[in-house]
């Protein structure tokens, strides 16, 4: 076979690095011949492309380098950052950043976006990671640099394309040649300014009639945080072609911005628009999510899986949901359907753990949390050996709670609910100052969680302490305004 056909062959074939191999082979011998070099830049991009239509974590230099206004006092129900919605507090669980846990992890929802203040607390939470004294700093851009600059060789006189000597006016005559490397430059180089100097150039030689190079400038603009610009390509792009690609792109902005309801109007024209596909109508109940609406995200993981009854982050946050709601075998079955779907990690076997434990199949539980534990690692197991312990309280065995907890706070120092539940444990023994010291630690690594609060608020009451109970017990219900035990200490 011929070796440029071998090379295309490759590239259909997705793989990519027989494909990048063949074509230098080639290039050496005949660096003019373009085929090839066409096929080497698709190969290099399509290796190191990934799905950005999610929404990144927000990290410390999106909140020191934004300079976008969003309203400090937003009305009710028009925020992600101050929405408190119908959360149920006191049976679902929430995450660091205060929202719900919905059963599914996902970019953009660990942490949700906090509005700007001049206290420096959201930077120093960003400052943090997701797990502090573990994580360097998030920064969305960073993720872009880390994952693009891999397979670039170390040699600068090695690299596939220059992109200091190019003449874009010459590649934006040429629409493959130059969408070829204008996601070269996106993907690869991770140089969004001259991605954009070729779309740009792009554009006005197609006459502003391509959709696709003005979606380009939609992504390198959101990339370079502008953001404005960006929602004006997309909706030009828009105008002139309807793609779910751009309904998805634009939706990210407005959720960047802070506009859940009008990110939820544009998922719902491009869902009427394209009745059949997935993504928009997940991109809805992913939005009512953070708005903390989860009775309405739950319709539309269902009318997710009327369409795709495979799709694995419905079933998961359904399954969640029914957990919950206090249906551990429905939860059960949601779960195993997942394992034999192929899905076989530390969380899912957590989950059918709890779900047996709670469904009273007590002679499955600790089989499966055996099998968490082989697969965990230090980012997940303190989650396994916390909610080992909790099982350990429900049948009685404070003794092995006991030690689960510890060797929870062992792994993962920053485990606010391992802290809280070892304060109630060190309680039970009489440790009241011991246990005093705990709820702190859990208040502090977690103040969305209301339990710590509350817990000290009980502890103050009883030992006399008037002045700080009532303090607690505002934070309680400032977290959670329906908490009836709170009320009735008040």
Known sequence: MEDAILALSRFRRRRFDDAIEISSKILEKNYRDEALWYIKCRSLTSKDWIDDTDLEEEGVAELLLDDNAI???????????????????????????????????????????????????????AFKGMRPGTSRPVTSSGRFVRLGTASMRNSASDEFV??????????????????????????????????????????????????????????????????????????????????????????????????????????????????????????????????????????????????????????????????????????????????????????????????????????MTLNCFERALALADDDNMADVWYNIGQVGVGIGDLGLAYEAFKIAIAIDANHAEAFNSLGVLELRQGNAAEAKNNFRAAADICPVMFEPFFNLALLAFHMGEFKDSYDNLEKVLELYPEHSESLDLL
């Open 162 to 363: 220059n992109v200091d000597q190019l003449d874009f006016n010459k590649y934006a005559k040429r629409p493959a040649l130059a969408k070829a490397l204008c996601d070269y430059l996106i993907y690869n180089v991770c140089d969004p300014k001259k991605a954009l100097d070729l779309a740009a150039l792009a554009t006005v030689e197609n006459e502003y009639k391509d959709w696709w190079w003005k979606a380009r400038l939609g992504k390198c603009y959101y990339q370079l945080g502008l953001y404005r610009d960006s929602e004006k390509q997309f909706r030009s792009a828009l105008k002139q072609q309807d793609m779910v690609i751009i309904y998805l792109e634009l939706c990210k902005v407005f959720l960047k911005l802070d506009q859940p309801n009008t990110a939820l109007e544009m998922y719902a024209k491009g869902s009427h628009n394209h009745p059949s596909d997935t993504h928009l109508i997940l991109g809805i109940a992913r939005v009512y999510d953070m708005l903390n609406d989860l009775d309405r995200s739950i319709s539309y993981y269902e009318k997710v899986l009327d369409i795709d009854a495979s799709n694995i982050e419905s079933i998961a946050c359904l399954a969640s949901n029914s957990f919950y709601e206090d249906e551990p075998e429905i939860a059960l079955r949601l779960y195993q359907r997942l394992l034999q779907m192929g899905v076989n990690n530390t969380e899912i076997w957590t989950n059918i753990g709890l779900c047996c434990f709670y469904a009273s199949q007590y002679d």
């Open 71 to 125: 309203s400090a006092a937003p009305r009710p129900g028009t925020s992600i950052s101050t929405s408190r919605g119908v959360s149920r507090k006191g049976m679902r669980p929430t995450t660091r950043g205060g929202r719900p846990i919905t059963g599914f992890a996902r970019p953009g929802t660990s942490s949700r976006p906090q509005s700007r203040s001049s206290s420096g607390v959201d930077v120093s939470g």
